[in-house]
């Protein structure tokens, strides 16, 4: 395994101040289990000297609800998001997101804020995130912004985050009674297994079946998860039905081809992610 | 690389040690002679590592040892009572012909033991799901689950 100084940090406080004075040479570890394999391959940047722990900071794990907000500290475990009474009542797409993810021994030790880091294209909790419209929380220093989710994520395995920079906390507004969610991982097994495509999709209507919001992110078919804002926008307004729904799952597909150009999948991928995209627009919708 | 001192328990008993922090709490607990973890994969895929860390689950091969500085670990050779006595998982998994190769059984009564810590009633497909991180290439995995059944039956009936 490559070679670092450890440091334990002994609260928020001090995890920042490290970073402040160590920058780049500094990375740090929450629940290890993207970063340890990486250290093992030894493909960490040679400039890094320091892994910094912070998968001890209380201060950094806890669900609440804050002024119609729901607060997640990055440090919190996706057991620990599953198992939430709070998650299960205002976002139990997240939860199920959450308990998608590897086994329940990675699920005890990953976390919220290592999954949206990391970055990966194929990542189950940040397509959720991003249809919750989720703000990160930035500490530098004694200093704090925000950002979108949106914003933060760059690109495959890439965020807009200073090397002095520490994620601490994500959160969201909570959704209006009576929306619904849905979140389907599909893999090419049932656990331990990473997302071949996934689908997140939001929506509240009107008595009359008048879609209101609706938000929709495929996982796993672009570079980063994104919203398919068109589609949204498309959505918007409408009656739900059966043809509106078709030509929704038609436009993701176009959209997925559209951004990623096509490949040796595009064959397999473009028709299920359109019958994804009819599956969890036909869960989360009454449709006339 | 500096070496670092860690403070943690193994099996309700204390260990100091001075240790590289690139070391694994797997390798650790290896060199300290908890053989009954297995390193399988080491990407944290096939569960031969499991060992129970405050209570929950983690394949030690994801935990570097510095993470561990306090912790309490449980191995399978924790679970024998000081007479000898071995534990109810441990005889139904010996009863129900449980182990083949015998590689992955350590870390399958660890997420097994996890379960049956909170719940003495799982379904068949809570023991799944307790055991959807540890991979059997023997692949005798009705044994397994029928073996936590009966662990559950014997553990409600010594209550």
Known sequence: MQEFNFIKAKNLTDACNLLTELGSKAKIIAGGTDLIIELRQEKLSEEVETIIDISCLDELKYIREEDGFVKIGAGTTHAEIVRSELIQENAPVLAEAAGSVGSPQIRNRGTVGGNIITASPCADTVPVLLALDAVAVLKKGDKTREVSLEELLAGPYKVNLADDELLTEIYFKKLPGGAKGYFYKLARRKAVAKSRMSITAIAVQDSDKKILDIRLTPGAVTPVPIRFKEVEEMLSGQKADAELIKKAGEMVADQMVNITGYRWSTDYKKPVINSLTVRALNSVLEVE | MEKIKVNFKVNGKDFRIEVSPNKRLLDVL????????????????????????????????????????GAEILTVEGLEGEDGQLHPLQEAFIEAGAVQCGFCTPGMIMSSLELLNENLNPTESEIREAISGNLCRCTGYKQIIDAVKLAAKKMRERQ
């Open chain 2, 30 to 69: 290896r060199d300290l002679g908890f053989m009954g973890v297995k390193e399988g994969c080491g990407v944290g895929e096939c569960g031969a590592c499991t060992v129970l860390m405050n209570g929950k689950k983690v394949n030690s091969c994801m935990v570097l040892i510095g993470q561990a500085e």
